[in-house]
């Protein structure tokens, strides 16, 4: 074999008979601290005999007498301390008298380098060696003194290494006693670092010891309140989900829920809110820990409970909590869970910052009504198995901050409960006017809600039309004209003139005035601002006409009514500034078509020319008033074709009368004072058909005579009104 590598000599330094009388107590005190300090690099740096260490200790150790002063004993400490750091493996049985030595010292002011001392003899906590069943309880015992010297950091920094390098000589009391001191001080302490240590701590007695139960009740509470500070909330979690994966797992859920459920708790907001994150996080979230098998059911009673204390802070984490459990998309929940996730979401929607979110409360508010879309989604998605009506109740009572696909669904669910054989339809369904018609601002929920009764009420009316007309339509809908939004009055007039048209009940007469103060709204029929303010009033004039083409064969009075209603309108007009005329021309070209179209038979029988396949229809109860010189006198079927004495028309029940000069005179007006080409071209190219209708001509002859007058005059150049004048005439139309 060839040569080996020679090994140094190491030199080692001796303990001279002179030195031991230098630093023996055969030298003065001030001569002994002398030669101490000079050896101090010695022992530090240099590597001394065997045996060295432990006659330095013997023949210094009666300087810490309290006799010799705290200067004397700090510089015996000093030297200790760097005696040890340089002969730490060569230390064996005096690491023995040196730990007793630490114990054993009591002066306040000695803490300190007590703390140094033991730190160079476990290297920084990592060796017990000779002394490691009487550490544990002894640092237990010097614990709070130290934390409350001022000495967190070295001494927490310390106490991790013991716990993750010596776990096997700690006891569960001393375990408990570290956990209650460190969560103390994590509590009390304002110094960021120290807490941030402290659960290092906490986070070594959980990975490296085997806890019992009798510390969740320090352990829990204090991650709680430290899982809150931004800063801290990733070490404490890191903490409680390794205990939670802990046999006490189950047990921490337990600890937490009891927390929830004490009243006493409802003004710790801070340990209400980190026990909610816990458990929804620890059972729901992401990272949830997979061995925890509690159910939703278990613990969200708890969470309920904690509601109670009404911060937001908490129910933000609650929210937080039922995203997690929903999830996104949202996961299979039992019918039996959904019922707790309701509580929890109805206490939260009732909440004031909910309900009226200020700047540091709208997260709170979004987070909230997110959820609420989720189920929703879920409704919709058919994954629901919860009960629908309490879903939809807790959307009714947050409806005006939900959009308004949220509230059409709502409205279509509530329809669906105000519909025949359900209890208290009619009740259900005035309840969807007053909170979603009446009460809503938005427009288009308004007009959703308009559309969705107008489609119940055709379905029902039939047999519960008086119920309906009392209950349903009158008390919602007979104030239109005090209605601000032309578009919401244009599909309510809209829905009473449908509902009107079939109607026999006896509130139709009250019907009819609602439509008419729509037909003549004091703004929209003479001050109007534009063209979406005249829509309502044309919509009731085009309602009216078919309320008057319904009317004419099943209530005559009713339609003899309607059609007063309709002529007056037109007059109304004509007395308006041109302007405002102008811009009612759509209405007024409504009426006149109509007013074209009335027709008579031989039998003075009321018709409309509509332009139908099967000719005009008459109808036997609707009949013309015939005039003669200045007389009147009602005709009847009977009298224009016999000449018995039957009992005139007038005696009977279902047979009304219709003046027709009341139209001749008003389509005199509208040939005189019209300046709407399209109006005016309607009533020109209406009245041959109009004047072939002898039995009409007949009945209206006083007017009649009029109209040849007006024609005459509009035909003679010098009393036509200039062209110039007309709106809305097309091109290529002359004066010749």
């Given at each position: 074999s060839g040569p080996g590598f020679a090994v140094p000599k190491i030199e080692e330094f001796a303990i001279t008979p002179e030195i031991v009388r230098d630093?023996?107590?055969?030298?003065?005190?001030?001569?002994?601290?002398?030669?101490?300090?000079?050896?101090?690099?010695?022992?530090?740096?240099?590597?001394?005999?065997?045996g060295a260490p432990e006659t330095l200790y013997t023949q210094t150790c009666d300087l810490l007498h309290p006799a010799h002063g705290q200067d004397v004993r700090h510089t015996v400490l000093y030297f200790y301390c760097c005696l040890i750091q340089g002969q730490f493996e060569r230390l064996d049985i005096s690491r023995t008298h040196f730990f007793n030595l630490i114990q054993d010292l009591r002066h306040p002011e000695d803490l300190s380098l007590r703390l140094d001392l033991l730190k160079v003899l476990t290297d920084k906590g990592k060796c017990l060696s000779h002394f490691e069943d009487k550490a544990p309880q002894f640092l237990l015992q010097w614990m709070p003194e130290v934390l409350s010297a001022g000495r967190a950091f070295d001494f927490l920094s310390l106490l991790i290494n013991v716990i993750k390098f010596n776990s096997s000589f700690l006891d569960k009391e001393v375990v408990a006693g570290f956990v209650q001191n460190t969560c103390i001080l994590c509590c009390r302490t304002n110094s960021e670092s120290?807490?941030?240590?402290?659960?290092?701590?906490?986070?070594?007695?959980?990975?490296?010891?085997?806890?019992?139960?009798?510390?969740?009740?320090?352990?829990?509470?204090?991650?709680?309140?430290?899982?809150v500070l931004a800063k801290l909330s990733e070490p404490s979690w890191r903490t409680m989900r390794n205990l939670q994966g802990t046999h006490l797992g189950h047990n921490v859920i337990s600890y937490l829920c009891r927390i929830l459920e004490d009243r006493a708790n409802y003004r710790d907001y801070t340990l209400l809110k980190g026990a909610v994150f816990f458990v929804g996080a620890a059972l729901w979230s992401h990272k949830a820990v997979p061995t925890l098998k509690h159910t939703p059911a278990a613990v969200l009673p708890s969470i309920y409970r904690a509601l109670d204390c009404k911060h937001p802070s908490v129910a933000y984490e609650a929210a937080v909590a039922?995203?997690?459990?929903?999830?996104?998309?949202?996961?299979?929940?039992?019918?039996?869970?959904?019922?707790?996730?309701?509580?929890?979401?109805?206490?939260?929607?009732?909440?004031?910052?909910?309900?009226?979110?200020?700047?540091?409360?709208?997260?709170?508010?979004?987070?909230?009504?997110?959820?609420?879309?989720?189920?929703?989604?879920?409704?919709?998605?058919?994954?629901?198995?919860?009960?629908?009506?309490?879903?939809?109740?807790?959307?009714?009572?947050?409806?005006?901050?939900?959009?308004?696909?949220?509230?059409?669904r709502l409205i279509q669910y509530c329809a669906e409960k105000?519909?025949?054989?359900?209890?208290?339809?009619?009740?259900?369904?005035?309840?969807?006017?007053?909170?979603?018609?009446?009460?809503?601002?938005?427009?288009?929920?308004?007009?959703?809600?308009?559309?969705?009764?107008?489609?119940?009420?055709?379905?029902?009316?039939?047999?519960?039309?008086?119920?309906?007309?009392?209950?349903?339509?009158?008390?919602?809908?007979?104030?239109?004209?005090?209605?601000?939004d032309p578009a919401v009055v244009t599909a309510a007039v809209q829905l009473l003139t449908d509902f009107f048209q079939d109607s026999g009940s006896q509130q139709n007469s009250e019907v009819l005035d609602i439509v008419e103060k729509v037909l003549n709204h004091p703004t929209w029929s003479t001050k109007p601002n534009g063209a979406e303010e005249v829509l309502p009033v044309e919509?009731?004039?085009?309602?009216?006409?078919?309320?008057?083409?319904?009317?004419?064969?099943?209530?005559?009075?009713?339609?003899?009514?309607?059609f007063r209603l309709l002529v007056d309108h037109v007059r109304r007009q004509y007395r308006q500034e041109p302007s405002v005329c102008q811009l009612l021309a759509p209405v007024r070209l409504v009426i006149m078509n109509f007013l074209v179209s009335l027709r008579t038979n031989a039998l003075y029988q009321i018709g409309m020319d509509e332009g139908l396949e099967e000719g005009i229809r008459y109808s036997p109860h609707l009949l013309c008033l015939f005039r003669e010189g200045s007389t009147m006198r009602q005709c009847s079927p009977a009298s224009a074709v016999t000449n018995s004495g039957v009992a005139a028309a007038s005696a009977q029940p279902h047979i009304a009368h219709l003046c027709v000069k009341e139209a001749f005179d008003t389509i005199i007006a509208s040939i005189r004072e019209e300046s709407d080409w399209p109006v005016l071209s309607t009533v020109l190219q209406g009245l041959p058909g109009l004047l072939k209708d002898k039995a009409l001509?007949?009945?209206?002859?006083?007017?009649?005579?009029?109209?040849?007058?007006?024609?005459?005059?509009?035909?003679?150049?010098?009393?036509?009104?200039?062209l110039d004048q007309m709106h809305r005439v097309p091109a290529g139309v002359t004066a010749s």
């Open positions: 630093i023996g107590n055969e030298s003065s005190v001030s001569h002994r601290t002398k030669s101490i300090k000079e050896l101090v690099d010695t022992v530090r740096t240099k590597r001394l005999q065997e120290d807490v941030r240590l402290g659960l290092e701590v906490l986070d070594s007695v959980v990975g490296y010891s085997l806890l019992s139960s009798e510390v969740l009740p320090h352990l829990v509470p204090t991650l709680c309140r430290t899982v039922l995203q997690w459990l929903i999830g996104d998309p949202p996961k299979p929940i039992t019918p039996f869970v959904w019922k707790f996730v309701l509580d929890v979401l109805e206490k939260l929607v009732c909440l004031p910052e909910v309900e009226q979110a200020s700047a540091s409360s709208q997260q709170l508010q979004q987070m909230v009504h997110d959820i609420v879309s989720k189920v929703e989604k879920s409704y919709d998605e058919g994954t629901y198995k919860g009960c629908p009506q309490r879903l939809f109740n807790i959307v009714a009572k947050c409806a005006s901050l939900r959009p308004e696909a949220s509230l059409q105000a519909q025949v054989p359900t209890l208290n339809w009619v009740t259900n369904l005035s309840e969807i006017l007053e909170k979603y018609f009446k009460a809503e601002p938005r427009p288009s929920v308004r007009l959703y809600t308009l559309n969705v009764v107008s489609s119940v009420l055709s379905n029902n009316r039939h047999l519960y039309e008086e119920e309906l007309m009392k209950k349903v339509l009158l008390p919602h809908l007979g104030a239109l004209e005090t209605d601000p919509t009731a004039a085009r309602g009216l006409i078919d309320v008057f083409r319904k009317k004419m064969w099943l209530s005559p009075q009713c339609a003899v009514a309607t001509v007949l009945c209206g002859q006083m007017s009649f005579r009029a109209l040849c007058v007006r024609l005459r005059n509009q035909a003679n150049e010098r009393n036509r009104k200039p």
